[in-house]
């Protein structure tokens, strides 16, 4: 009767459960058909089927451990469904032969009904029913029990305490199989939160589109393809320099500022960092989400002119705690088809985009002046009419054989002219940055008044 799983929430369960309840069936059975013989007329043929019966339930319990221990697990669940099977059919035919005792065949009768519903549900309830059925005609046509309704105490007794043990035992059995579930609960939601965790972790160092693929078993989808991309180089002029006048806790927390603001930058124009190089930094537009190459040339460029203004506000805040090295960052930025995917060995992989647009965006940013965007003519021709950029002609750079057609970018065509939103002055001893954009209403009298402050002190100040 027993056709339970030998996993629960995908977690090994006791096997010898489904041995304890069957046995505990048989026992009952066999106990209730000894107390139905008529022990005076031992050698009839009738009293022979009952002992026969009830040794051939005694000897069922070892021979069909034996079956469920040397089954696979490729056909275990055959396995159980036919031991299922077999355990009604042998109660029903155990019912015939013990004259259809009220009390034994209704108590059977519900353990068989309690069984296939906990265990199986409708179909399984079917399947019992059925061998039940089948085993009471077996019985039927081998016994032919008397029908008459046999209310014998000791027959009762006897059913009566093996299947009230069985049901206490199903109880227990139940009982502890919950405690197991809340368990094994409690420590699927500790390992899902440290899978979580582990996620939100990876997703640091992994590209948007490969860690989505990790993360979701579809690592095999991602394949090698050529991709029409907008490729950003930048770096920080004479890095090298500034890392041996600056001490080492200093650098590292400047390094780590820049990068962190450099980073919101880029997930606010929607790009993909491909990795940090040192100080340099590379992005690629148009690989995890595109609206189309315009719009991924455009994006990329709006990025790299927020960059260099957050550098320009970022310079006066390290000004402030004492950093008085001025940081000036070059960019480069390049559009075409590029190779994108996952190169390495078996050992070690990664996943960048490479090819000669790649390492022509490269040069660039190398051939870029300090705080300068310098763009190719593929990304020009994209985003031109929303851009303003000055043309710098020809220029020769390393791994080409032709001088390479290149243009700086100005700023947005929006921010020029009379409805310019962004003002940026220096001089000795001046600086001013001036967003408007980011100017909250109530913020504009003190901004006035910080500026008619300085208006009139540098007004009455005398400089020799």
């Not at 697990?73 to 035919?93: E, H, K, P, V, Y």
């Not at 100017?439 to 008044?449: E, F, G, P, S, W």
């Amino acid at each position: 009767m027993q056709n339970q799983p030998e996993e629960s929430s995908g977690r090994q369960t006791d096997s010898r459960y489904p041995l304890y309840f069957r046995a505990l069936i048989c026992f009952a059975a066999s106990g209730t058909l000894l107390n139905s013989i008529q022990w005076s007329a031992l050698f009839t043929q009738d009293t022979l089927l009952q002992l026969g019966m009830a040794i051939l339930l005694l000897a069922y319990i070892p021979i069909a451990y034996q079956i469920s221990r040397r089954g696979d697990s490729d056909n275990a669940g055959q396995i159980r469904r036919w031991l299922s099977f077999t355990d009604a059919l042998l109660i029903g035919m155990s019912m015939a032969m013990a004259n259809f005792s009220i009390l034994p065949s209704l108590l059977f009768l519900t353990m068989v009904q309690f069984n296939a519903l906990t265990q199986g549900g409708g179909r399984c309830w079917f399947e019992h029913n059925t061998a039940m059925l089948l085993g009471v005609g077996i019985g039927y046509l081998l016994h032919r029990p008397a029908l008459v309704v046999n209310a014998d105490l000791n027959i009762s007794a006897a059913s009566l305490i093996g299947v009230f043990t069985y049901f206490c035992a199903y109880a227990v059995y139940t009982h502890n199989q919950l405690a197991k579930l809340k368990s094994d609960n409690a420590q699927l939601q500790q390992e899902q939160r440290i899978a979580n965790l582990a996620s939100y972790k990876l997703s640091r160092y992994l590209p948007k589109r490969l860690w989505r693929a990790v993360t979701t078993g579809r690592e095999k989808e991602i394949v090698t393809e050529r991709k029409l991309l907008t490729v950003f180089f930048s770096d920080i002029k004479d890095f090298s320099q500034l890392t041996e006048e600056m001490e080492a806790e200093t650098l590292t927390r400047l390094l780590n500022n820049y990068l962190t603001e450099m980073s919101r930058i880029v997930a606010h124009y929607g790009g993909t960092i491909d990795k940090f190089i040192g100080d340099a930094v590379m992005v690629v537009f148009g690989d995890d989400v595109s609206k189309g190459p315009k719009s991924d040339a455009l994006r990329c460029v709006a990025m790299a002119l927020a960059m260099r203004k957050r550098v320009r506000e970022m310079m006066q805040e390290w000004y402030d705690q004492g950093i008085s090295h001025p940081l000036q960052i070059r960019m480069g930025i390049n559009t075409g088809y590029c190779t994108v995917g996952v190169f390495g060995t078996a050992d070690h992989q990664t996943y960048t985009v490479m090819g000669t647009h790649v390492n022509l965006a490269a040069r660039l940013e190398s051939a870029a002046e300090p705080g300068e965007v310098l763009i190719s003519h593929e990304t020009w021709a994209m985003i031109k009419q929303t851009v303003m950029c000055r043309d710098k002609g020809h220029v020769s750079v390393k791994g080409f054989s032709t001088p390479v057609k290149v243009y700086s970018v100005t700023d947005l065509r929006k921010n020029l002219g009379g409805q310019q939103s962004y003002l940026e002055e220096h001089a000795p001893g001046f600086a001013m940055h001036l967003d408007l954009d980011k100017i909250r209403n109530y913020d504009k009298d003190k901004v006035l008044q910080a500026l008619r402050k300085a208006e009139a002190r540098l007004k009455s100040k005398v400089i020799i």
